[in-house]
């Protein structure tokens, strides 16, 4: 296909927007609404654009642009848009992976969709309670914590990270922690594609939290599935991005 005859839509508030529509412009590419199903590149600019892009499921690819280990910077961003649209042969490399869209389902709380994380956590801190988590291959674990978070790659140098999560590569499964954890010595894990998480204590009210939104309280002693329910096709910087204020894991 023509650069010509591709259609971009870039989605996003701020100035970095403005900057890439036009560089869709200038090479060469056909700006097309956000809604539109014609685009076959969706340029998402913040996390507030990259998650509504994921949870949609565009059947276009997704540039993601945010100060994220797995989006580009603006510069990059750029380059890699000059490549995708065929106009530079010496553009940034950019590498296609697929994304998981998590579904979020029972425990009395309604159904959602998470780009980067889903979170288990009590609504007062430092407020211990018990977490059964439970793997697709049979194997369960028990933990006294704050909560759980279970991460997507792309949320895995996010909160998870933050509070000990690995970090994940695209396709290496999902990211799952503990928050604050009681014992001094608590695990992390990577799960495939699928937990389930259940509140063993009613003394403390649990909420949960789906890309950093509260969407309701979590019933005690009900399981509340988290799983992959779509995939979305995703360009991704193939250099790798220094960082320097998180954690690094080989259980990818």
């Known amino acids: 296909m023509e650069a010509s005859e591709r259609r971009v839509a870039v989605v996003g508030n701020d100035e970095r927007a403005s900057e890439l529509r036009d560089a869709v412009r200038d ?10 199903a014609e685009a076959t590149l969706l340029v998402a600019v913040g996390d507030e654009a990259i998650r ?3 949870v949609a499921a565009p059947g276009g690819t997704v540039v993601p642009v945010a100060d994220r280990r797995l989006a580009f910077d603006r510069d990059g961003a750029v380059d890699a848009l000059s490549g995708l649209l065929g106009e530079s042969e010496t553009g ?6 697929t994304h998981p869209v998590l579904g979020v389902e029972g425990a009395g ?8 994380d889903v ?32 991460a997507t790659p792309l949320g895995s140098d996010g909160y998870a990270n933050a509070v000990g999560a690995p970090l994940v590569e695209p396709g290496g499964g999902l990211s799952v922690a503990p928050i604050a954890p009681f014992s001094t010595r608590t695990d992390a894990w990577v799960a495939g594609d699928r937990v389930q998480i259940t509140v063993e ?19 005690p002693h009900r399981p509340i599935a988290i799983e992959a329910v779509d995939r979305v096709a995703f360009a991704v910087p193939r250099g790798r991005r220094e960082r320097d204020d998180r954690k690094h894991s080989n259980k990818s």
């Open 27 to 36: 090479a060469g590419g056909r700006l097309a609404a956000a809604a539109s």
């Open 52 to 54: 509504d892009a994921v």
């Open 92 to 97: 940034a490399p950019v590498g296609r992976v």
């Open 109 to 116: 709380v309604a159904s959602g969709r998470a780009a980067f």
């Open 119 to 150: 979170a288990l956590v009590t609504d007062e801190p430092a407020r211990i309670s018990e977490f059964a988590v439970a793997f697709s291959r049979g194997r369960d674990e028990s933990v006294r914590a704050d909560g759980v978070v279970v």
């Open 201 to 219: 204590r009613e003394s403390e009210p649990i909420g949960l939290v789906v890309d950093g939104e509260r969407c309701g309280t979590v019933e």
